[in-house]
């Protein structure tokens, strides 16, 4: 135990003096938010990379795999089809349109000068990413209470308190070198632990009686249990995630900040192999639990149970590291975001200790909605990228291939991605029929591409 948490606090020292170092190299506006537009392909691939693949990756996948068996084989088409339409549609062209316009926040780029459609956007940015990093705070909580038998709530707060601090020191930079870091130990530890687990577990063919002995027919099934309509809206509605990459503000400011074209080819390719080692590795983790592991009381601790069962205290830590990686690396350009949103998006004060308290105010909060609000990981923070990809989805595609929208069309769009999201998701029966992003998405696609009609 001691040498577990000497790894991680080694880990921790590590990520705070990056943001010490950041906060050297951000002199004004486009550094704090922007890294000055100097990023190169590795550090803008893997720190997007790791920003959209948070705890809901390494902990809700996995925790997926195990408990939905086969049928989460979806998950992987779904997720490298998002990668692969961010870097090959959007990141160039937003790239390039975002530095002609001078815009430095994602909100400024989408909205232009029409303050109703900032005020909208803003809301709707606080409110998801508000769910969204309270999910990646309880991920940090079950990060400890299954390593380190800590409590939840001291878990939570430490875990949150580390993210708070470098963000506010560091700024985009900040964010975007300690994501660079997190990625590559989030890779490491997710092709080290299911390769141990599948050996560990007979190969191929151990995992798969694994999962046959587990007395659930409804694991091997790829459809879930599902047939006809239902089974084609389980599988419509898992691919359907990848519609949600656009329109994630924490992931698509890193193509804003890209220096060159160049730079964007080669993060393409870094990006979807990345992509590909995270999600499989995921998959066959939590597939391996039914082989390995008796009586898992939270399956979303599939892969720290794995971790805890197959490795020595040393190799534990780093791969508890790496799930904090995926917790942090998310949250802490989230807060970033959601900072720009209030001081700069709707203030214009360009304070920057209105920045930072904007950041502490909201980590706050989200600390103590992770504390108090009972979800699982998975679902929260599905509901956040849904309600994020709706809204500015459609609107940043037609903004970036068919030119400026009407802002009154603009509004219209981004209202209805959210409000259908909402409805969708707290309607049982909907939800129950088809994943909430794709009505939502296509929905609000309409007005959107009216919006850039001419007479």
């Known amino acids: 135990m001691t040498t577990l948490i000497s790894t991680l606090v080694v880990y921790k020292l590590l990520l705070l003096g990056i943001g010490a170092w950041a906060s050297r190299r951000s002199s004004g506006d486009a550094d704090f938010y922007l890294g000055g537009r100097g990023l190169g392909p590795w550090i803008a691939s893997l720190s997007s990379a790791a920003s959209s693949s948070s705890a809901w990756t390494l902990l809700g996948v996995s925790g997926a795999a195990f408990t939905w068996g086969w049928s989460a084989v979806w998950l992987l088409p779904a997720c490298l089809l998002g990668f692969a339409f961010n870097w090959f549609v959007v990141a160039e062209r937003l790239r390039t349109l975002s530095a002609e316009s001078g815009a430095i926040t994602f909100t400024g780029f989408l909205c232009g000068e029409s303050r109703p459609l900032r005020w909208l956007a803003s809301f709707i940015i606080l409110l998801s990413l508000g769910v969204y990093v309270a999910s990646q705070f309880k991920a940090a909580g079950v990060t400890f209470s299954e390593t380190l038998g800590m409590g939840e709530t001291a878990a939570i707060c430490i875990g949150g308190g580390i993210v708070l601090i470098y963000t506010m020191t560091g700024g985009f930079w900040a964010v975007s070198v300690t994501d660079f870091v997190q990625g590559l130990v989030m890779v490491f530890a997710a092709v080290l632990v299911p390769a141990m687990a599948l050996i560990d577990a007979g190969g191929w063919s151990g995992m798969m009686a694994g999962l046959e002995n587990a007395n659930d027919p409804v694991l091997l099934d790829p459809f879930r249990g599902k047939i006809g309509a239902s089974a084609f809206g389980f599988i419509l509605g898992t691919l359907g995630i990848g519609l949600g990459y656009p329109g994630q503000p924490h992931v698509s400011n890193r193509f ?63 791969i ?41 105010l909201i980590g706050v909060v989200s600390i103590m909605a992770a504390i108090f609000v009972e979800q699982t990981i998975f679902n929260s923070v599905l509901f ?45 029966f909907l939800k129950g029929g088809l994943y909430e992003l794709v009505p939502a998405f296509l929905l609000a696609s309409i007005p959107a591409w009216l919006g850039t009609r001419k007479g």
């Open 384 to 428: 956040a990228w849904s309600a994020l990809g709706a809204a500015f989805g459609p609107l940043l595609l037609v903004r970036l291939w068919q030119g400026p929208v009407n802002p009154n069309f603009a509004l219209c769009s981004m209202a209805i991605g959210f409000v259908v999201t909402l409805g969708w998701f707290f309607t049982p």
């Open 256 to 318: 804003m900040a890209m220096r060159r074209r160049a730079d964007v080819r080669a993060g393409t390719w870094i990006s979807l192999t990345w992509a590909l080692l995270i999600y499989s590795g995921m998959l066959v983790a939590g597939w391996c639990g039914h082989a390995l592991l008796q009586d898992l009381g939270n399956n979303e601790a599939v892969l720290l149970a794995l971790t805890q069962k197959l490795f020595s205290p040393v190799l534990a830590g780093v």
């Open 320 to 360: 508890v590291a790496a799930v904090l990686s995926a917790i942090m690396s998310t949250a802490d350009s989230q807060l970033l975001v959601c900072a720009s949103t209030v001081s700069y998006d709707l203030a214009q004060n360009r304070n920057r200790w209105s920045d930072r308290g904007t950041i502490l």
